[in-house]
């Protein structure tokens, strides 16, 4: 810049000194002092910005779903629709209603029902006053309702998602964001009932959802406590040590041995006795030889848990469904505020393809749990102010899991799934058609026809038709200028390619019959 001139406008320092219109400029030489020590201070402040900034070019943004969750495309949200309509018309055929609640809780409402799965919850950061914690299933919510409500009996279903701060498995189902499907019956009943048309539920919707064989283990939250009392655990060591027989469907005996006895503080004997135990499974035959061991017979508790549970069976046969049940003695469920009948929903194996099932193309893979659920008969008591209790029993269907078996299922079959419910697209053969393409498009609406056409003015015929193929649309419905003045349009079946015309006036009718004869 040495040798240049720096020109300053002082039109309004003139016209604050009452000079008008007239401007005056100030040439001022650069290489002044004044001017010089301004240049270096702001070269110094650009050059402490670039020290701030670094000589890295700035990093790319990464572009990822945070752990344990998923984006869905839509095939994969066809094919949870699909799960979710079968799930929700057996709540509905058994008479459910539905109600929603906050995804998140005041952080005191879910603390200490979980015994040590409390771990897992999601803590949010204080807001506003409150201590909020991310539900993390909607059972408690349920009791928290009812109690707010005063609500003594209902039964009623709930889908939502629930968080977990899990270490996930997303190709197992295991998320830290994932849906349940919730069925509850609250209310003072007679023994097992209620109970029983649970059992009966998981039985309806896991063999309509056609996914394996499966078996649903049952047990009984007294005939566990009486177990341990039988074998010499402390009373405030229950609970510890109910969590411990818990893994047992995850891990060897040896293991849960261990974690009693030298995590846990149990006694080398009591976890001995409670391994014998632990090994009954069975039906009625076998909770009649429990119920004449000496050790049980003296406990209360075992003692009414293996009544209870000889008519749940009862109840069992007469819903046909005895022959997916099993009384299992090492059933414990970890969560701390069951108090009588629990049971789980285990799938025996899983093969991708059906015929694999039968030892014919490929072994079956072992998914685990796909529902499970008992009876909490003291929770909503926990949030009523005079401890008012509201029996309870219900049923959580292990969605996700049910979701990546029916998944890859689709991508191992190479099942074509369709992602719309459109029935009819209506076809240009010639161009200049667009108007009548909106006004029949216009019709088939009103009628309640699912209708889709092209965006674009003039399309050519064969891409229409592509899109129908592709899309899985059973109906072209054809407008050309002949069809125009006839007052009719060509009608035609995308799979068998049969064409016939049909009259405008016929036109929904026609399209209503041709639909039912496809379905």
């Known amino acids: 810049m040495e040798g240049s001139n720096i020109v300053v406008d002082i039109a309004a320092i003139s016209k604050m000194e009452g000079s008008g219109d007239i401007h005056h400029t100030i040439c001022i030489d650069n290489d002044k002092s004044a001017v010089r020590k301004k240049?270096?201070?702001?070269?110094?402040?650009?050059?402490?910005?670039?020290?701030?900034?670094?000589?890295?070019?700035?990093?790319?943004?990464?572009l990822k779903c945070p752990k344990g969750t998923r984006d869905y495309n839509p095939v994969q949200m066809s094919i949870r629709e699909g799960v979710f309509k079968t799930i929700i018309s057996c709540f509905k055929r058994h008479g459910a209603e539905t109600i929603d609640t906050p995804v998140f809780e005041l952080k005191e409402t879910l603390t200490g029902k979980y015994g040590e799965d409390s771990k897992l919850i999601y803590d949010l950061k204080d807001q506003?006053?409150?201590?909020?914690?991310?539900?993390?299933?909607?059972?408690?919510p349920f009791a928290r309702y009812l109690a707010m409500n005063k609500i003594n009996a209902i039964k009623r279903y709930h889908i939502a998602k629930v968080y977990r701060r899990d270490n996930p498995a997303m190709t197992r189902g295991r998320f830290r964001e994932f849906y349940q499907c919730d069925f509850d019956i609250a209310g003072q009943y007679d023994v097992m009932l209620p109970d029983a048309e649970c059992v009966k539920i998981v039985a309806e919707i896991?063999?309509?959802?056609?996914i394996g064989d499966f078996k649903i283990r049952i047990n009984h939250r007294k005939l566990l406590d009486g177990m341990f009392a039988?074998?010499?655990?402390?009373?405030?060591?229950?609970?510890?040590?109910?969590?411990?027989?818990?893994?047992?469907?995850?891990?060897?005996?040896?293991?849960?041995?261990?974690?009693?006895?030298?995590?846990?503080?149990?006694?080398?004997?009591?976890?001995?006795?409670?391994?014998?135990?632990?090994?009954?499974?069975?039906?009625?035959?076998?909770?009649?030889?429990?119920?004449?061991?000496?050790?049980?017979?003296?406990?209360?508790?075992?003692?009414?848990?293996?009544?209870?549970?000889?008519?749940?069976?009862?109840?069992?046969?007469?819903?046909?469904?005895?022959d997916k049940v099993v009384f299992d003695l090492s059933l414990a469920r970890g969560?701390?505020?069951?108090?009588g009948v629990i049971y789980e929903a285990c799938l025996q194996g899983y093969a991708h393809k059906p015929e694999a099932s039968k030892g014919k193309e490929e072994e079956c893979?072992?998914?685990?749990?796909?529902?499970?659920?008992?009876?909490?008969?003291?929770?909503?008591?926990?949030?009523?102010?005079?401890?008012?209790?509201?029996?309870?029993?219900?049923?959580?269907?292990?969605?996700?899991?049910?979701?990546?078996?029916?998944?890859?299922?689709?991508?191992?079959?190479?099942?074509?799934?369709?992602?719309?419910?459109?029935?009819?697209y209506v076809v240009s053969?010639?161009?200049?058609?667009?108007?009548?393409?909106?006004?029949?498009?216009?019709?088939?609406?009103?009628?309640?026809?699912?209708?889709?056409?092209?965006?674009?003015?003039?399309?050519?015929?064969?891409?229409?038709?592509?899109?129908?193929?592709?899309?899985?649309?059973?109906?072209?419905?054809?407008?050309?200028?002949?069809?125009?003045?006839?007052?009719?349009v060509t009608m035609k079946n995308t799979?068998?390619?049969?064409?016939?015309?049909?009259?405008?006036?016929?036109?929904?009718?026609?399209?209503?019959?041709?639909?039912s004869s496809l379905s």
């Open 128 to 140: 506003g006053g409150e201590l909020l914690s991310l539900r993390y299933d909607l059972t408690v």
């Open 365 to 424: 893979v072992s998914v685990g749990s796909v529902a499970g659920g008992g009876r909490y008969d003291g929770l909503v008591g926990m949030f009523d102010a005079r401890g008012k209790k509201v029996p309870c029993v219900g049923v959580s269907i292990g969605i996700e899991r049910i979701f990546a078996i029916m998944e890859q299922r689709a991508l191992a079959n190479n099942t074509k799934v369709r992602t719309t419910e459109t029935e009819v």
């Open 495 to 515: 799979v068998t390619r049969a064409e016939r015309k049909v009259s405008r006036d016929d036109l929904v009718e026609e399209i209503r019959k041709e639909l």
């Open 39 to 62: 240049i270096s201070e702001e070269v110094a402040k650009l050059l402490e910005l670039k020290a701030q900034l670094g000589d890295e070019a700035p990093k790319k943004f990464v």
């Open 206 to 210: 896991l063999t309509q959802l056609d």
């Open 335 to 339: 969560l701390d505020y069951y108090t």
């Open 230 to 322: 039988a074998c010499g655990v402390p009373d405030d060591k229950f609970r510890t040590i109910c969590s411990a027989v818990d893994k047992l469907d995850k891990t060897f005996w040896d293991d849960v041995r261990a974690e009693m006895v030298d995590e846990k503080g149990l006694s080398p004997e009591a976890a001995d006795k409670i391994g014998h135990f632990v090994k009954f499974s069975g039906g009625i035959d076998t909770i009649e030889q429990l119920m004449k061991d000496e050790s049980l017979a003296k406990q209360k508790d075992a003692v009414e848990g293996l009544e209870e549970l000889k008519v749940l069976l009862t109840y069992c046969d007469l819903y046909k469904v005895t």
């Open 429 to 488: 053969a010639q161009k200049h058609l667009v108007e009548h393409r909106l006004k029949l498009c216009q019709e088939l609406w009103d009628a309640d026809i699912k209708t889709e056409q092209s965006y674009k003015k003039n399309p050519k015929a064969l891409d229409q038709f592509q899109y129908c193929e592709t899309n899985g649309i059973p109906i072209a419905i054809i407008l050309g200028q002949s069809e125009i003045e006839s007052n009719c």
